[in-house]
């Protein structure tokens, strides 16, 4: 790399450290110092010690999730019904183990971070009533990040990544529902259109043949019968003869 490039990425560096010490860690009329900690959690909890989570956005807006230990979560407000369980699981163990990427302290001017009025506040409860508090301003000039403090301390301001905050931010905008069911989509019959079957028949019948008519000649011999005839003799005449 020649002397020109390595000038040219020096200046670079020195603006890019610049912006950040001007734009975030003193921003505004308030100073902040930056911590040397990398990552400094923001909270280091149980995620199944966590009973209860309400998000409450500036105008007034909030939803209120609650479940008993080892049970499915349940929606309090603004509707009392089941959640998508699985979507809500997933947020409260990124909560419960919330990081940030920078920490300020000593800073002077909340409002400068827009810690005053707030965008929105988490309020987490955990077993035994124990509450803890996330309260979300501004984002910083590059947009990444926003500015936050918890449990009520005033120091240090947390800059906390823009993905973690919009998840909670979206509980109100896009509340837990549950899912809707996919219906099931029947496979559609396939219908096989076969070539057409020539078939040729043999048809035998049978006809029972007329009964044969027979002539029986017969022939009798009939005895000859021989006529003998009778001879009757002439009446004679008796009596007195007639007086004359």
């Known amino acids: 790399m020649n002397r020109?490039?390595?000038?040219?990425?020096?200046?670079?560096?020195?603006?890019?450290?610049?912006?950040t010490y001007f734009g975030e860690i003193q921003k505004g009329t308030g100073q902040g110092t930056e911590t040397p900690s990398s990552q400094p959690a923001v909270f280091n909890l149980s995620d199944q010690d966590v009973l209860g989570l309400k998000v409450t956005t500036a105008d007034g807006k909030s939803v209120e999730l609650k479940r008993e230990a080892g049970k499915p979560w349940t929606m309090v407000s603004p509707a009392s019904q089941g959640v998508d369980d699985t979507r809500v699981n997933s947020l409260v163990v990124e909560l419960a183990q919330l990081k940030a990427s920078r920490a300020l302290t000593q800073t002077s001017n909340l409002a400068e971070y827009g810690l005053i009025t707030s965008t929105f506040t988490a309020n987490i409860t955990l077993t035994g009533g124990v509450t803890h508090t996330l309260l979300v301003g501004e984002t910083n000039p590059s947009g990444n990040s926003y500015y936050a403090l918890a449990d009520g301390k005033q120091d240090p301001v947390y800059l906390i990544y823009s993905n973690n905050i919009d998840e909670l931010q979206r509980l109100v905008?896009?509340?837990?529902?549950?899912?809707?069911?996919?219906?099931?989509?029947?496979?559609?019959?396939?219908?096989?259109i076969l070539p057409p079957i020539t078939a040729t028949a043999t048809l035998t019948?049978?006809?029972?043949?007329?009964?044969?008519?027979?002539?029986?000649?017969v022939t009798a011999t009939v005895p000859a019968i021989e006529v003998v005839?009778?001879?009757?003799?002439?009446?004679?005449?008796?009596?007195?003869?007639?007086?004359?």
Not at 175 to 189: A, G, R
Not at 229 to 244: C, D, I, M, R
């Open 173 to 192: 905008t896009q509340p837990p529902y549950p899912p809707t069911p996919t219906p099931t989509t029947l496979p559609s019959p396939t219908i096989e």
């Open 205 to 217: 019948v049978s006809v029972p043949a007329p009964p044969s008519t027979a002539t029986t000649t």
């Open 229 to 244: 005839p009778t001879l009757v003799p002439a009446a004679t005449a008796t009596g007195t003869p007639a007086s004359k």
């Open 4 to 19: 020109r490039n390595t000038l040219i990425l020096l200046v670079i560096l020195a603006a890019l450290a610049t912006y």
